[in-house]
């Protein structure tokens, strides 16, 4: 894949809709994309997806997780004016909404665009301009003129709105813009993990899940690392980008290569693990950082829960701006990612497994 193919790769699973619980558009584009390199496609009962790629008999079973969903809303109420309240899936900072462009999607896969509605600041009191708006108070602005007009479009309550957002690659060449960051960028290094190695000899079979309902609890890998029981199990997501104003100082930054991650609040990396690919990355020369959360979890929060315990960490992107409308990643750091993936898996093999077990 040249960089005008990734681009064009990375764009269609960005702008791709697929909120929690409503991932089958995302699923389809990665059964579309592996197909090929997948031997074989397999589901859990949430429907997140899983490829299998062979490796050798008696090798250990490698899981890459990148979950599919992405933060939005539902449609709650519908007004006698035609305006639609919302319920958020996953979290939100509700400021970050306001006169920002949605797209409702009804039942039968009919989809129309609508507005966030944002009263202008003349005539507001300095109390209601300071105030974070509750979810209680937001609304979507369909530009009809009541009820009964949503009604014959087909909107129902139950019914998802997505942001829409175009992809971008920004001014410096590198910067890409787009939504759903988290986690399309990180299942598209899971996938483009498997790309990779469709015609690599690799010792050590590759799964890669494309997981549900991430953003409302880490359901799909619960389930799916459940399926699959593998040997070593990576979550591959995006992290804070650490250099916006006031930001404290901390190594994680766009640009500032894959990071590997230490810690979150769901899982602390297994030690053994985290050191060995810290190990890949120097030698194959890889720009890499490290990554210390201590807000937030990823797909491994559940994955290194399943059975007796599974040897598990994440692989992270600095991204700008994650739960909102827009992101920012930076292509090299994706690259990064996508090539330490690769020589990790093509590192993998049953000697590896024992000596990560006795560590």
Known sequence: MNKEQRLTFLKNISEVEGISG??????????????????????????????????????????????????????????ESGLLRLAPIGGWWNHVVLAEIMTVKTRDGKKYTGVIGAQPPHGMSAEQRNKVLQTSDLYLDMGVKGKKDIEKLGIKVGDTVTPYTEFRVLNDGDTLLGKA?????????????????????????????????????????????????????????????????????????????????????????????????????????????????????????????????????????????????????????YMNAVNLMVEVVKAIDKDTLKKLRER
């Open 181 to 333: 960051w988290d986690d399309r960028s990180g299942l598209a290094i899971a996938m483009e993990t498997m790309l990779a190695l469709k015609d690599t000899p690799h010792k050590a079979n590759l799964v890669v899940a494309g997981t549900v309902q991430e953003e409302v609890g880490l359901r799909g890998a619960k389930t799916a690392s459940y399926h699959v029981h593998p040997d070593i199990a990576f979550a591959t997501d995006v992290t804070l980008s650490y250099d916006l104003p006031n930001s404290p100082n901390n190594p994680t930054k766009l640009g500032s290569g894959v990071a590997l991650s230490i810690m979150d609040r769901s899982v602390i990396a297994h030690r053994g693990l985290f050191d060995f690919v810290e190990e890949i990355a120097k030698k194959h020369n890889i720009k890499y950082t490290y990554d210390l959360m201590e807000a937030g979890g990823t797909d491994a929060g559940n994955i290194h829960l399943n059975y007796d315990g599974i040897i598990t960490m994440t692989i992270s992107l600095p991204c700008r701006y994650f739960h909102s409308h827009v992101s920012l990643i930076s292509y090299e750091d």
């Open 22 to 79: 409503n991932e089958q558009e995302v699923a389809k584009l990665v059964k579309k994309e592996l197909e090929g390199a997948a031997d074989h496609f397999e589901y859990d009962n949430l429907g997140s997806i899983i490829a299998y790629q062979k490796g050798e008999e008696g090798e250990p079973t490698v899981l890459i997780c990148g979950h599919m969903d992405e933060v939005g809303f539902l449609v709650s109420r519908i007004e």
